[in-house]
C-alpha cells in the first residue's frame, strides 16, 4: 500500500489485426458508493461473484481491477504531461505489446487529476462480477477500505477497442428466429455475408469504430451482420 496518496498512468501499446493502438488508463482505488456512481449495465451470475469472493477473502487484494469508463477530454494534456519523464516500469507481454507504468505522487498532479476525475459517472467496462464480489467484500468486513482498484479509461481514447463479445445459444428454432430477425429490423440493419468467408475471420469484418454491430451466425444460412441504425443521432 502506497505511503501516500498516488495514481498510477498505465499506457499499453498492442498490435490488433497488424494495426498499433495505445491506450492510456488512470489506475486508483475507486469509491465504490463515492460522489461519483459507478454504472453497471450487464447482468450477473451469483455463482461468478461468489467465485470472485472468495478469491477476495482468501488474498485481501485487488488482483485484476475492473476497468471503467468516464468522459472528461480535457485530461489528456494532463497525461500527457504526466508522462514525460521515464516510465517507473516498462512491461512486455507475450504478444509483443508494451506496457509502460508511471507513478503520479506529487501532491500537484494528484490534486489535478483527483479534480479531472470528478465526472458525472464512471461505467463498468469490464468487471460486473468483481465489482458485485467488491461490494459484498465491503460489506461484510469492518476493516475493508470502501474502495476497488480500477483503470479508468476516457471514452474518446482511440485505443479503446470494443471487441466481438462470442455467445452460442442453442434451441432456437427457426421460427423463434424469425421473430427475433423481425423484432430486431426495428432497430438493426441486416447485411448478408459471403458464405465463404472463414469463420476465424468473421470478427475482422466488423470495424473498430462506428455504430455498433454484431454477426449472427446459423446452421445452412449466410451469415448476418446486423448494425445499429441511427448511431450518428445517438
Excluded at 505489446?97 to 483527483?114: E, K, P, T
Excluded at 483503470?151 to 474518446?156: G, L, P, Y
Aim: aromatic share 6%; glycine share 6%; with cysteine.
Amino acid at each position: 500500500q502506497d505511503a501516500q496518496p498516488a495514481y498510477y498512468l498505465h499506457e499499453q501499446r498492442f498490435v490488433l489485426h497488424g494495426v498499433w493502438h495505445t491506450r492510456r488508463a488512470i489506475v486508483a482505488a475507486v469509491d465504490l458508493h463515492g460522489s461519483v456512481p459507478i454504472l453497471p449495465h450487464e447482468g450477473i451470475w451469483d455463482a461468478n461473484v461468489d467465485r470472485r469472493l472468495r478469491v477476495l477473502r482468501d488474498v485481501r487484494l485487488d488482483v485484476n481491477p475492473l476497468v471503467l469508463l468516464y468522459e472528461q477530454p480535457s485530461i489528456g494534456p494532463l497525461l500527457d504531461e504526466c508522462s514525460q519523464r521515464q516510465p517507473d516500469v516498462t512491461a512486455y507481454d507475450i504478444d509483443g505489446g508494451v506496457n509502460r507504468i508511471w507513478r503520479m505522487d506529487a501532491a500537484s498532479d494528484v490534486r489535478r487529476l483527483s479534480a479531472a476525475l470528478q465526472v458525472p459517472w464512471l461505467m463498468i467496462a469490464d468487471g460486473h462480477h468483481r465489482y458485485a464480489a467488491a461490494q459484498r467484500m465491503a460489506a461484510e468486513c469492518i476493516q475493508h477500505s470502501g474502495r476497488v482498484l480500477a483503470a479508468c479509461v476516457e471514452v474518446s481514447d482511440l485505443g479503446l477497442l470494443i471487441l466481438p463479445i462470442h455467445r452460442l445459444v442453442t434451441g432456437v428454432s427457426p421460427a423463434q428466429w424469425t421473430d427475433a430477425a423481425h423484432r430486431l429490423a426495428a432497430w438493426f440493419d441486416c447485411e448478408m455475408l459471403d458464405e465463404s468467408l472463414p469463420l476465424d475471420r468473421l470478427d475482422q469484418v466488423l470495424p473498430t469504430d462506428g455504430p455498433p454491430q454484431f454477426i449472427a451466425v446459423r446452421q445452412g444460412a449466410a451469415p448476418e451482420r446486423w448494425t445499429l441504425r441511427g448511431w450518428d443521432a445517438l
